[in-house]
């Protein structure tokens, strides 16, 4: 299947700063990715999806200048966690859709944990 | 009322029985369903696709979709203690370009 892959896959930072999560996609183009955040022992949320040479579109609830997301090439995305906070630790995984657009695939996921 | 739904409890099943989950979705036009497993401390992974109505075989795993009654199901069957994880089904809600998810469902397989 198609590969995703996430850098960093652990990081662990002090509250204040800004910490820049990659997703690529290795072996397809990917016009839209998507962020999703993961709570331990909770479901998926969908942060917002991520469009190549546009703005992403966020869900509600999701303060988009904290949440930075970038998606300057048909291979890469990135979530830049600005001023991070205990609070903002989570799992943070990406995904994207084949060229088919028929499956969607996630990246290995991103432990960030602030503290 | 959700777009996904999967309200089992943790299902305990020993090895070798079948692991029979459910899920339901709310929008009648959607054409897209999955089943990710997702073990501890990892992200998902896609196991079945399903589109048509009816059963869909691979390997251990049998996806069965009943678009009538907007109901898709996964089987497991000789369950293997490596099934040990969460299943989360999905719908690719129409007209949207988004995955829609159920909680999921934690499968314990006992030796």
């Known amino acids: 299947g198609a590969v995703v892959s996430q850098h960093p896959s652990r990081v662990i930072c002090k509250s204040g700063t800004s910490v820049k999560i990659e997703c690529r996609s290795l072996?397809?183009?990917?016009?839209?990715m998507f962020w999703y955040r993961q709570f331990p022992k909770k479901s998926l949320m969908l942060m917002a999806t991520?469009?190549?040479?546009?703005?992403?579109?966020?869900e509600q609830g999701v303060e988009k200048d904290k949440f930075l997301i970038n998606h300057a090439s048909l291979t890469l995305s990135t979530l830049t966690v600005t001023s991070a906070h205990p609070e903002d630790s989570s799992f943070y995984i990406c995904?994207?859709?084949?060229?088919?657009?028929?499956?969607?695939?996630f990246g290995p996921g991103t432990r960030l944990t602030v503290l | 009322q959700k777009e996904v739904e999967q309200n089992s409890g943790p299902l305990s099943v020993p090895e070798g029985a079948i692991a029979s989950l459910n899920c339901t979705y709310s929008?009648?036009?959607?054409?897209?369903f999955f089943w990710y497993r997702q073990y501890s401390g990892k992200s998902p992974e896609l196991i079945m696709s399903?589109?048509?109505?009816g059963d869909k075989e691979d390997g251990r795993f049998t996806a069965q979709l009943n678009k009538a009654s907007q109901y898709v199901s996964l089987l497991i069957r000789d369950s293997q203690p490596s099934d040990s994880a969460t299943y989360l089904c999905?719908?690719?809600?129409?007209?949207?370009?988004?995955?829609?998810f159920g909680k999921g469902n934690q499968v314990v397989v006992i030796p």
């Open positions: 995904s994207a859709w084949t060229p088919k657009g028929n499956e969607q695939f």
């Open positions: 072996d397809f183009q990917a016009t839209t």
């Open positions: 991520s469009n190549e040479g546009s703005k992403a579109t966020y």
């Open positions: 929008d009648r036009g959607s054409q897209s």
């Open positions: 399903i589109y048509s109505n």
């Open positions: 999905a719908v690719n809600i129409r007209g949207n370009n988004r995955l829609a």
